[in-house]
C-alpha cells in the first residue's frame, strides 16, 4: 500500500458515455499527478495539480478534464472517449513538484472504451 | 524523451545479486537518477535515487559512476517477487520536472 488509492479499479464505457476517475492520496501531499500507460508504451505524464492548481497540461484532450478540489483528492472526468483512450490511467502524489519530491503511484484504473 | 538507455531485459537466479545497468551519458550536473519498477498492471513503486554518492535503502543499492554518465541498481538477493520491469530516470533539478519513463528492463527472476 502506498497511500493512493483508485477507483474504480476496472472501468468498461462506451463512447458516448461520461465517466469519472478518482483518486484519494492519504499522505499529506501538496502535488497530484495523473498518468497514461497505453499497451506497451511509456507512461505519459497527463496532468500535474500543485496545491490544487494545475501546473502542467502535455497537450491532453479535451475529452479529459482534470479535477483536483483539494489536495487530497484528484479526478479524471472522461466524456466522448475513443476506443484508442483503452488504457491503465495512474494516479501519483508527492510532497511537492521539486526533483527530490518523490511520487508515489496509486494501483491505477484499467479502462477499456468500446 | 528518456534521457536514458537501459537493456530491454535481463534475466536473475533467485536469491543472487540482480545488477541492472543505466546509461545516461546526456546527465546534467544537477539531474538526479530515480529508479521506479512495475510490476505486472500496477502502479509504478519507487526504489531509490541519487545525485552523486552511492546510495543504499532496504530495498536495494545505487550504484552510480564518477563521472556520471551510468549507473546500477543493484538487488542484492533477488526472489521471484522482484520479477517487474525496472526503469531508470534522470530528472532535472529546476522547477517542476516531470518523471519521464523510458521502455525500462524486465527483469525475470527465475527460481
Known amino acids: 500500500e502506498t497511500g493512493v488509492t483508485q477507483t474504480p479499479r476496472h472501468l468498461v464505457m462506451g463512447m458516448t458515455n461520461k465517466k469519472s476517475l478518482k483518486c484519494e492520496q492519504h499522505?499529506?501531499?501538496?502535488?497530484m499527478y495523473w498518468y497514461k500507460q497505453s499497451a506497451k508504451k511509456p507512461l505519459e505524464l497527463m496532468f500535474v495539480?500543485?496545491?490544487?492548481?494545475?501546473?502542467e497540461n502535455n497537450s491532453v484532450p479535451s475529452r479529459f478534464s482534470p479535477e483536483c478540489p483539494n489536495s487530497s483528492h484528484l479526478f479524471l472526468h472522461l466524456h466522448t472517449l475513443q476506443p484508442e483512450d483503452s488504457a491503465l490511467y495512474l494516479c501519483?502524489?508527492?510532497?511537492?513538484?521539486?526533483?527530490?519530491?518523490?511520487?508515489?503511484f496509486g494501483p491505477g484504473t484499467r479502462l477499456t472504451v468500446l | 524523451d528518456a534521457k536514458t538507455t537501459q537493456p530491454p531485459s535481463m534475466d536473475c537466479a533467485e536469491g543472487r545479486a540482480a545488477n541492472l545497468p543505466c546509461n545516461h551519458s546526456?546527465?546534467?550536473?544537477?539531474?538526479?537518477v530515480y529508479w521506479y519498477r512495475q510490476i505486472h498492471s500496477q502502479g509504478p513503486q519507487y526504489i531509490i535515487h541519487?545525485?552523486?554518492n552511492n546510495e543504499t535503502n532496504e530495498m536495494a543499492s545505487l550504484i552510480i559512476t564518477e563521472d556520471r554518465k551510468s549507473s546500477t541498481l543493484i538487488l542484492p538477493h533477488a526472489t521471484l517477487r522482484d520479477t517487474a520491469v525496472y526503469y531508470c530516470?534522470?530528472?532535472?533539478?529546476?522547477?517542476?520536472?516531470?518523471?519521464?519513463f523510458g521502455k525500462g528492463t524486465r527483469l525475470s527472476v527465475i527460481a
Open positions: 541519487g545525485l552523486k
Open positions: 499522505l499529506g501531499h501538496n502535488a
Open positions: 530516470i534522470v530528472r532535472g533539478a529546476s522547477g517542476n520536472t516531470p518523471l519521464v
Open positions: 501519483a502524489s508527492s510532497q511537492d513538484v521539486g526533483v527530490t519530491d518523490t511520487q508515489y
Open positions: 495539480y500543485s496545491l490544487e492548481e494545475r501546473v
Open positions: 546526456t546527465i546534467s550536473g544537477n539531474e538526479y
